[in-house]
Nanobody, 130 residues
């Protein structure tokens, strides 16, 4: 059974850092594009960052560029989101998602963001507050 489990969420002061993890089980993350999304209270879910199956391309929301870094460790079957210089507006539940990519296609390299066929984790709470 395909499963994603996020961890690493916490209460942190403004300016602080956190690293979120997204551990996959029941499948090999190597063949999947991975995305991080977040949803704040009363707001719609938004994309934060995503990385292609090959690891060659990554996207970031303008609001997190220069502060967040997405990465993947296929040997550990885990993806990460390093979050630095956190702001109160980063407070949200953070979710990871994964979508399969065919290694023989260009999407393997250049389509980093999971879409409608993605599998989702249950989320981890990040709260940025003094």
């Amino acid at each position: 059974q395909l499963r994603l489990v996020e961890s690493g969420g916490d209460l942190v002061q403004p300016g602080g850092s956190l690293r979120l993890s997204c551990a996959a089980s029941g499948f090999t993350l190597d063949y999947y594009a991975i995305g991080w999304f977040r949803q704040a209270p009363g707001k719609e879910r938004e994309g934060v960052s995503c990385i292609s199956a090959s690891g060659d391309s990554a996207n970031y929301a303008n609001s997190v560029k220069g502060r967040f870094t997405i990465s993947r460790d296929n040997a550990k079957n885990t993806a990460y989101l390093q979050m630095n210089s956190l702001k109160p507006e980063d407070t949200a539940i953070y979710y990871c998602a994964a979508e399969y990519r065919d290694r023989s296609g260009s999407d393997w390299y250049w389509d980093p963001c999971p879409g409608d066929s993605a599998s989702w984790g249950q989320g981890t709470q990040v709260t940025v507050s003094s």
